[in-house]
C-alpha cells in the first residue's frame, strides 16, 4: 500500500509490489508542488491562483523581485532580489554628489520583512540668503508609486556644520512621493544653510 516520507510532509508514494494508482502520484505531485518555492509573474496572479494558501508556502514574485512566504495570516516577504539604484531627479538649486558623498539615489529592500526604502548619496544646495530651493522639496518629479510610504515617514538626516548652527535636519518622506528637508533658514540657535546634505545610511517603511 502507498506509504508516506519520513519527514513528515504527507507525501505519498507506491510501496514495492504496488499497482501504479495514478490517483496517488497526482496527489503527491501536487503535494510536492505546494511545499516547493512557487513562481508568479506578480502578488497579483499568486493570490489569484493560490485563494486558500497553507501556512509555509512559499512564493517567489518576479515582477516585485520577492520571496514570500505565508505565515497563515498574510504574505510576508523574506527577502528581494537586485534592486537597483535609481538617482533622483533635483530641482534648481540643488545638486549632487554633496561633500563627496556621491549621487543621491534610492531603492527598495526588504528590511526584516519589509518593504524599505534606502538612500545614499549627498546633495549640494545654493540657497537665496537663507531660503532653501523649492521650499525644501528637492525632487523634480515624484517618485514611483511602490517607492512611496503609506504615511509620512520623518528621518533624520546628516549636514555640513559650516554655515550652519546644526549638523543635522530632517527629511520629510511624503506620501505623494516628493522629499522635503526641513530646520534650515534663520533658528532660534543661529541661522542654518549647510552647503550640504547627506543620506547614506537612511532607511524609510514604506
Request: net charge neutral.
Amino acid at each position: 500500500m502507498p506509504t508516506t516520507d519520513t519527514f513528515g510532509q504527507g507525501f505519498t508514494a507506491l510501496d514495492y509490489g504496488d499497482v501504479p494508482d495514478l490517483k496517488v502520484m497526482g496527489d503527491g505531485l501536487l503535494k510536492i508542488a505546494g511545499q516547493t518555492v512557487m513562481r508568479f509573474a506578480t502578488a497579483t496572479a499568486r493570490n489569484a491562483t493560490l485563494t486558500a494558501p497553507v501556512a509555509g508556502m512559499t512564493a517567489w514574485l518576479n515582477s516585485e523581485k520577492q520571496l514570500t512566504v505565508y505565515d497563515g495570516t498574510a504574505w510576508v516577504a523574506i527577502a528581494s532580489g537586485t534592486q537597483a539604484w535609481t538617482t533622483v531627479p533635483l530641482v534648481a538649486g540643488f545638486s549632487h554628489n554633496g561633500n563627496n558623498n556621491g549621487t543621491f539615489q534610492y531603492r527598495l529592500v526588504n528590511l526584516f520583512g519589509e518593504q524599505t526604502l534606502m538612500f545614499r548619496g549627498g546633495l549640494n544646495v545654493t540657497y537665496s540668503g537663507t531660503t532653501i530651493p523649492n521650499s525644501g522639496i528637492v525632487n523634480s518629479s515624484a517618485l514611483p508609486a511602490a517607492a512611496r510610504p503609506t504615511s509620512l515617514r520623518t528621518v533624520v538626516i546628516p549636514c555640513s556644520d559650516a554655515s550652519s548652527a546644526r549638523i543635522t535636519l530632517k527629511l520629510d518622506v511624503q506620501t505623494d512621493g516628493f522629499l522635503k528637508v526641513i530646520g534650515t533658514g534663520a533658528q532660534p540657535e543661529g541661522t542654518v544653510t549647510p552647503p550640504w546634505i547627506g543620506f547614506n545610511g537612511t532607511f524609510v517603511s514604506l
